[in-house]
């Protein structure tokens, strides 16, 4: 079994997320309101809506990702386990080692290699590791991604010569590398074609078994094949905040929603 | 009628044919635009012709292996010279490279509001610096510290460093701009210091450009004279401590071969001559190395 060289992490597995009366602003633009909701623990979670209604922002507040634009701020809390990832004493950075991300566009390193892909978060992280474990954490990550086998004989090529998919599949495995407890991801799928987007949904549902995995999707199709539960955002007009009108079992949102915002968008009448 | 209009056009024998004024007037814009280009290169090649032709008599050994010391008339060389103009343009880089990176990297990675207007102004404002000045301020600094007229070669690269240091904060600028915002996301959400991922993700994507910023540079220092004729001085022999005492340059010693001609002058013109074809290969041979080097980091692609 791989070690990594590091002081053991407090693990979080199995600890859900509770977002209790969240609000995100960009400067003056309110962007989400009282946002409560409980993200269950290795299950996969989709947050849907029409453009601009904030399921991006919610999932970049997660890991507090969204404070890094300027003027970016929050109210309220989001906890994980028992931590307040938003708490005083909480160092950002330690809240993004645990809790992982995946962009809309796939972005591996273009100076490092596949390899060196998959080990960048561990050294970005500031850790050393060992050239046979370095090789096992890269192969196991690989593998998790569904990607070892196309890959294996290539490791030293550049990360960007890779297809879209792989690409985005490279990027899953440099997230997972480092050992995360969740998983979120921002539109994996929207730059990729179908036959790489079924890759990733199925990669999904295979990571779910090991990490609370949070999307967000504007494909609603997607949503009812990857996730366990839904959660519908949606702004009542420009300017205004979104909010979290529901949030369910996948199944009951879409075949029985409680909200007529919700019925009207899974029908396809805006959005 | 645009039905019949679409039918006739979508039919290719009816297409019309390319007019021939337009034909002529693009004929003619070519022409001008290559005249025009020719026109520019010419300088450069007369330049350059003329530099080789008339260097390369006294491009020979002697010229590579003996300075000026005890050299009257004909023979002679500038190694002493060559030596001084890496010394000092070295001594420079090093003082200007650190310096020059690390404040920009503050301007695009950290600088916000008003410290970062100013040090952008302050940049914009070195960049108009006349090189003199650049002179007088090191020998100025240096009179105060080591008491007046004092010469040394160190004193030459800081006045050169004022001259490079904005040329690589605007070069580095935006190479680091152009790495996307995307590379920077990745990095900070996979638990990065942002220290870190600017050591290790940000600056290795601009580090090409970066190199070749700073070789850009290098060939805006290398030729410089009037801050040298100041500070750093003129010798006619070797000297390899950049901190004590009078250093010859290459630009300087063209300078002073060909302000002070002795009776053979022509000894004197050949071997300014042949430091300006040094200069120039110098020149080269960086700008080579510095597209080796920027290969050499793109390896990874």
């Not at chain 1, 050393?128 to 490791?155: C, F, H, P, T, Y």
């Not at chain 2, 001594?91 to 650190?98: G, H, N, R, Y």
């Not at chain 2, 990745?186 to 910023?213: D, F, T």
Request: proline content about 5%; hydrophobic content about 45%.
């Amino acid at each position: 079994m791989m070690t990594l060289t590091t002081t053991e992490k407090t693990t979080f597995t199995a600890s859900k997320i509770s977002v209790s009366n969240f609000s995100a602003y960009y400067g003056r633009f309110h962007a989400i309101k009282d946002i409560n909701m409980v993200v269950e623990p290795r299950a996969v979670t989709a947050l849907i809506g029409p453009s601009g209604c904030g399921k991006s922002t919610m999932l970049r507040s997660i890991n507090r990702m969204h404070e890094t634009l300027p003027g970016a701020r929050v109210e309220g809390s989001i906890r994980l386990g028992a931590i307040d990832l938003y708490g005083a004493d909480v160092d950002p950075v330690a809240v993004r080692e645990r809790i992982g991300m995946v962009f809309q566009r796939p972005n591996p390193f273009p100076t490092m290699s596949i390899k060196e892909n998959v080990l960048s978060g561990v050294r970005l992280q500031g850790n050393r590791i060992g050239k046979s474990d370095g090789d096992d954490l890269v192969e196991m990550s690989l593998r998790a991604a569904n990607l070892w086998d196309s890959v294996k004989d290539q490791l030293a090529k550049g990360g960007a010569s890779l297809s879209g998919g792989q690409q985005q599949r490279l990027c899953i495995a440099r997230a997972i590398a480092v050992k995360p407890d969740v998983l979120l991801m921002d539109e994996p799928c929207s730059a990729l074609d179908p036959i790489s987007t079924a890759a990733i949904e199925e990669l999904i549902a295979n990571l779910r078994r090991e990490y609370t995995v949070v999307i967000v999707t504007h494909n609603m199709q997607q949503a009812q094949r990857v996730s366990d539960t839904t959660a519908f955002f949606h702004i009542d007009g420009p300017g205004l905040p979104g909010r979290l009108v529901e949030c369910g079992a996948t199944t009951e949102l879409f075949s029985n929603p409680k909200e007529s915002a919700t019925a009207d968008y899974i029908a396809g009448r805006f959005g | 009628m645009g039905m019949i209009d679409f039918q006739e056009k979508s039919d290719l024998v009816s297409m019309p044919k390319v007019k021939t004024s337009r034909k002529v007037t693009d004929r003619v814009v070519k022409v001008v635009i290559i005249a025009f280009f020719g026109l520019a290169l010419l300088p450069l090649i007369s330049l350059l012709t003329t530099v080789i032709t008339r260097g390369v008599g006294r491009f020979d050994p002697t010229f590579f292996s003996s300075s000026m010391r005890g050299v009257v008339g004909a023979g002679g060389g500038a190694v002493h010279a060559i030596w001084g103009t890496l010394l000092i343009t070295g001594t420079a880089l090093i003082i200007s490279a650190p310096i020059g990176i690390a404040a920009a990297v503050y301007l695009v990675e950290y600088g916000r509001g008003k410290l970062a207007k100013l040090l952008t102004f302050l940049v914009d404002v070195m960049t108009g610096i006349p090189s003199i000045v650049a002179g007088l301020f090191a020998y100025a600094v240096f009179s105060i510290i080591l008491g007046p007229g004092t010469r040394s070669g160190v004193a030459g690269s800081i006045a050169l460093s004022l001259l490079m240091i904005p040329v690589v904060i605007r070069s580095s600028e935006e190479m680091l701009r152009l790495v996307p915002g995307e590379q920077r996301e990745a990095a900070i959400a996979l638990g990065s210091p942002k220290y870190r991922s600017i050591w290790r993700v940000i600056l290795p994507a601009a580090a090409p450009g970066i190199v070749s910023g700073v070789m850009l540079g290098i060939c805006r220092i290398i030729g410089e004279t009037a801050p040298l004729l100041l500070v750093a001085g003129f010798t006619d022999s070797m000297n390899l401590n950049v901190f004590d005492g009078r250093m010859a340059t290459l630009p300087v010693f063209i300078y002073s071969q060909w302000q002070n001609k002795g009776t053979d002058s022509v000894a004197y013109e050949g071997r300014a001559w042949s430091a300006a074809l040094m200069l120039i290969g110098i020149v080269l041979i960086m700008n080579i190395a510095a597209k080796l080097i920027a290969a050499r980091t793109q390896k990874v692609r």
